[in-house]
Structure formats: structure tokens, C-alpha cells
């Protein structure tokens, strides 16, 4: 038995965030610079890089975008424990990633 459904997730989001800053990997915004006041812009930037909207699913725009970095920033707000890929951004780090690399001065 490995404990609740939750305990197993809890647990490989550990394991996946200590994976990645074995590799030296930021695991949350605030590792790579970025605070809410860069929301709208990050969003933008991640919509137009991706040709108007992200996702196929469920396309997201830019104010889709924005709520789901509040909505990390609030459940990271809960817990200093709770890490970048539990906030439900996991998606979004490599496009933040390549948006600073295509605009340095973002």
C-alpha cells in the first residue's frame, strides 16, 4: 500500500521537483525572477509564441493564462513546501523559459 491517491502524487511531485534541481533546474517563479507583476506580460508572450493561443484541448488566451499563474501564486502563497509543478505550472516553465531567452529584457 502507498497511501492515498494524493500521498502518491505528493510524493512523485517531490521526487520529480528534487529530479530537476539535481539537474540544477528553478522549480519556482520566484527561481527564475518572476513575480505576479509580470503576469500579463508572461502570458502575452506565451500566447503569441504558441500562434494566438495554448493548448489544443482546451485552448487558453491570454486571460486564461494569467488566471492560472494567480492561481499558482495563491496555492504557493498556502505553503512554502507546495513546489512551482503542484502550483499547476509545470506546462507553462519551459514556454516562460524560452520567452526570457527570445526577450532578454523581459
Do not use: N, Q, W
Not at 78 to 86: A, N, Q, T, V, Y
Amino acid at each position: 500500500d502507498f497511501g492515498t491517491e494524493e500521498d502518491i502524487a505528493s510524493e512523485g511531485i517531490a521526487r520529480l521537483e528534487k529530479f530537476y534541481r539535481s539537474l540544477g533546474l528553478a522549480t519556482t517563479l520566484h527561481e527564475v525572477g518572476i513575480d505576479d507583476r509580470d503576469f500579463v506580460r508572461m502570458a502575452e508572450h506565451c500566447v503569441a509564441l504558441m500562434g494566438g493561443t495554448v493548448g489544443a484541448f482546451v485552448p487558453l488566451g491570454v486571460e486564461d493564462c494569467v488566471e492560472i499563474y494567480r492561481l499558482g501564486r495563491e496555492l504557493a502563497h498556502r505553503s512554502e513546501s507546495i513546489p512551482f509543478l503542484f502550483a499547476g505550472l509545470t506546462f507553462f516553465l519551459p514556454i516562460i523559459l524560452v520567452t526570457k531567452s527570445f526577450f532578454p529584457t523581459f
